[in-house]
């Protein structure tokens, strides 16, 4: 694949690297050192790549809303201590929610 090709390909995929990179560089962060947040983030990034070029836009732009909405209402409920909990939790349920919409959304060719 040539240079312009790749440049091209991680440009058009560059909003799921970046969810999926911070969330990784975050986790580890959690592990361990710096060499833990780069490698876990470039995996992340990695992920994140592939699942956006498979079309997973709306499956992200669920997780985005719902880890914004997690962290909202639990730093409302509880307080900053608890809005990292709640950030991880609306996250994943608007992981749940994003997969379930696309499975029940039919495709349009």
């Known amino acids: 694949m ?3 090709e790749t440049a091209k390909s991680v440009q058009v995929s560059l909003p799921g690297m970046a969810v999926t990179g911070i969330t990784g ?3 580890g962060s959690f592990i361990g ?3 833990w947040i780069a490698g876990v983030a470039l995996i ?7 699942v956006w070029r498979l079309g997973g836009q709306r499956f992200f732009l669920c997780i985005v809303i719902g880890a914004a909405l997690g962290g909202l209402l639990a730093t409302f409920l509880s307080g900053t201590e608890s809005a990292l909990l709640g950030t991880a939790a609306g ?3 608007g992981g749940f929610l994003g997969v379930n919409i696309n499975m029940l959304t039919s495709r349009r060719s």
């Open 2 to 4: 040539a240079f312009k």
């Open 25 to 27: 560089g975050i986790i």
């Open 33 to 35: 050192g710096p060499l």
């Open 44 to 50: 992340g990034a990695i992920l994140g790549a592939i």
């Open 91 to 93: 996250g994943a349920m």
